[in-house]
């Protein structure tokens, strides 16, 4: 499975595995429990995760940076292979699966829409 972490819209942050429901956190904060819950939901472990994908766009500078944190730790602890993208490039599991083929960064770093404040 392939868990996605989207921080590509203002005001949402939202984590799901393909084929399943998005969720959506109250903050970035709530990250990384979410992603625990979800895991815990379907019986994963994260090493058992086929890979990670963040969504970027028009979304907080913190969540961006507080979503490719967490993808970077997942991926150097689990050897999980990792993307990042936009949503509207990344939709369907099938263009996450043709990214994930063809990465070979072993970290990502964040893309901001704009300056932080």
Known sequence: MILVI???ERQKESVYLFGTEKRQALSSGFLLSLI???????????G????????????????????VIIANTFAYVHAIPLAVGHSEELSEESQVREKLRFSVSKYLLPSYYAEPN
């Open 36 to 46: 625990d819950q979800i895991l815990k939901e379907n019986n994963l472990l994260p």
């Open 48 to 67: 058992n995760l086929e890979g990670l994908v963040v969504l970027l766009g028009q979304g907080r500078f913190t969540s961006a940076r507080t979503a």
């Open 6 to 8: 989207d921080v590509s």
